[in-house]
């Protein structure tokens, strides 16, 4: 089965900060690759699909990109609110594989 | 507004069965694949099941496969999971959720359920 690993594990920003999160997988996806924003507590919330589609309500300032094994997750201006785990994952095929997630806090 | 409902979640002992419901509302629930996913307390996301729309083709997870079951009753529309076998280590909150693709499975989760907790201990 193909993992998918994300880095960095946590991470603390400044708000305003330009925030990036990589997400890898073992073997190419092509660009079945979502994200999702997880606020302690809560449930998941899909961010993006398709590498960097932004899904409807989504800020603008979260952006996605990359293609085959290689993704980021890019926050332009990091708010408050942003604070959150946020998950890369696989959808080509089952398994529908999460990333471990990375913990960001504002600084 | 589209919705997924979990429930049946409990305190269970180890080696003992029980049965999870998903049920949808607000959206054509039989052209849909669904999935299951769980966290465990304080950890990430795991991938658990996932179940085709007509209810014909159904996946596992290594972790769960051969102890847990899926099903779908689409008159109803519910999709069950049934856990056997139960471990500690499934202990966690249960979510179902939609995939986005009409009558695929092999898209993303585009509505989660607001999750039901398992807790497996003697």
């Known amino acids: 089965d193909i993992q998918m690993t994300q880095s960095p594990s946590s991470l603390s920003a400044s708000v305003g900060d330009r925030v990036t999160i990589t997400c890898r997988a073992s073997q190419g996806i092509s660009h079945s690759l979502a994200w999702y924003q997880q606020k302690p507590g809560k449930v998941p919330r899909l961010l993006i699909y398709s590498v960097s589609a932004l899904q409807s309500g989504v800020p603008s300032r979260f952006s996605g990109s990359g293609f085959g094994t290689d993704f980021t997750l890019t926050i332009s201006s990091l708010q408050p609110e942003d604070v959150a785990t946020y998950y890369c994952q696989k959808y080509d095929r089952v398994p529908h594989t999460f990333g471990q997630g990375t913990r960001l806090e504002i600084k | 507004q589209a919705q997924l409902v979990e429930s049946g979640g409990g305190v269970v002992q180890p080696g003992t069965s029980l049965t999870l419901s998903c049920t949808a509302s607000e959206f054509t629930f039989s052209i849909y694949g669904i999935h299951w996913a769980r966290q465990a307390p304080g950890k990430g996301l795991e991938w658990v099941s996932l179940i085709s729309p007509e209810g014909n083709s159904q996946f596992y997870g290594d972790s769960v496969r051969g102890r847990f079951t899926v099903s779908r009753d689409n008159s109803k529309n519910t999709v069950y999971l049934h856990l056997n076998g139960l471990r500690g280590e499934d202990t966690a909150i249960y979510y179902c959720?939609?995939?986005?693709?009409?009558?695929?499975?092999?898209?993303?989760?585009?509505?989660w359920g607001q999750g039901t907790l398992v807790t497996v201990s003697s």
């Open positions: 959720a939609k995939e986005a693709n009409l009558w695929g499975i092999a898209g993303y989760f585009d509505l």
